[in-house]
Every structure is written in C-alpha cells, then in structure tokens.
T-cell receptor, first 113, second 113 residues
C-alpha cells in the first residue's frame, strides 16, 4: 500500500521569505504522479503543483517549485517570496492506480507579516 | 463560476438517521470522487465513479453508499451515521482516469449528534 508522510504538522514563514515543506512517500510503482494541494481555511482544495515521476526535471509553477528525489522517495515543496495568501494547509499526495489520491497528513503553513 | 458545488456546506444529523450529501459539477468531467476528511487528518478516498461505473475502496464501510444519476450529480448516502462519521466530506472531479488533476468542491461538514 502506498503511504505519504509529512513530518511537519506546522510551519511558519515571514512574508517575502522562502519556506520548504517536506514530504516522503512509499510506492512500488515505477511511474506515478505526485502533487501538492493547498487547502485554505473554509475553501476548497486546489492543485499547487504536479510532478511526473519519470521526469527528472523538477516542476515549477511561478513561486512554487519542488525538489523531487526519486531514489530517496522525497518530494518537497519550496515556496519563494511567501505571501499572506499562501497561508493554508498543504497536502502532499500521490496518485495510484485508477487515479486514486493518497494524501499525507498535511502541513499547516502560517505566513507572518 | 463555481465548478464543483457541494450542498449543504454544513449538515447536522442525528445518530442513526440517514443523511444524503450532494455534489454537482459544471465541468462535464467523467470521474467523480468522494473523500472523507476527519479533523486534522488526511482526506481518505471512499469511492469514485467513472461515468456510471462505481468503484468502492476496499476499506469503505458498508454504511456509505453513493449514487450518480447523471454526469453532473453525485450523492453520498450514509445509511446510519455514527459519531465516528462526523467529518468533512469532499467531492472531487477529474476529466478522465489518468487526467492527473482533481478539482475539489468546498466540502460538507457533517456533525452527528
């Protein structure tokens, strides 16, 4: 069974600074997708960034980038130039067969002005 | 512009009293998912529909059922809610299996008294 682990229940960052959220996963599949989703308070979960496992290049979306280490089964999210609107719960997720998502426990990110 | 709509946003039911949560989508996506998210935990997939094909997760309790009468709507029925079923229930859609992106609704928070 796939597992996704986020070891940081809470993180905080100063506005305009950089923060990295950690995620590790376990899978026996050779090709798979990894995701970071953002869940703001009382709002729906939205996709932040996606990485396909067979692509060696790390995905980037504006201020968001990942450090994907396939051998180590590590998938961290870096948020640069943090903004107040980045405050949310962040979930790391892995897509398994049948497009099922397995989520980590989440990291609550606080952005301090 | 709402894409995945869940009604109601908050639902209170009594122990053992059947309850139905609804989800609708304006995206015309083929796949619809239901997740259960208990407080401070990761969302957990209950089941999904690919078109009219229903796919139940192995560990989803029999107390949970789902219906998809047409492409746009999907319902989650809890036949006899217990206190342990209190949670946020998230509906999500994706264009197809293998689309590698899910669109989430805002969720329905279920309280069982």
């Amino acid at each position: 069974a796939q597992t996704v682990t986020q070891s940081q229940p809470e993180m905080s960052v100063q506005e305009a600074e950089t923060v990295t959220l950690s995620c590790t996963y376990d899978t026996s599949e050779s090709d798979y997708y990894l995701f970071w989703y953002k869940q703001p308070p009382s709002r729906q979960m939205i996709l932040v960034i996606r990485q396909e496992a067979y692509k060696q290049q790390n995905a980037t979306e504006n201020r968001f980038s990942v450090n994907f280490q396939k051998a180590a089964k590590s998938f961290s999210l870096k948020i640069s130039d943090s903004q107040l609107g980045d405050a949310a719960m962040y979930f790391c997720a892995q897509e398994t067969s049948g497009s099922r998502l397995t989520f980590g426990e989440g990291t609550q990110l606080t952005v301090n002005p | 512009d709402a894409m995945v709509i869940q009604n109601p946003r908050y639902q209170v039911t009594q122990f053992g009293k059947p309850v139905t949560l609804s989800c609708s989508q304006t995206l015309n996506h083929n796949v619809m998912y239901w997740y259960q998210q208990k407080s401070s935990q990761a969302p957990k997939l209950l089941f999904h529909y690919y078109d009219k094909d229903f796919n139940n997760e192995a560990d989803t309790p029999d107390n949970f059922q789902s219906r998809r009468p047409n492409t746009s709507f999907c319902f989650l029925d809890i036949r006899s809610p217990g206190l342990g079923d209190a949670a946020m229930y998230l509906c999500a859609t994706s264009r197809d299996l293998g689309s590698h992106e899910q669109y989430f609704g805002p969720g329905t928070r279920l309280t069982v008294t």
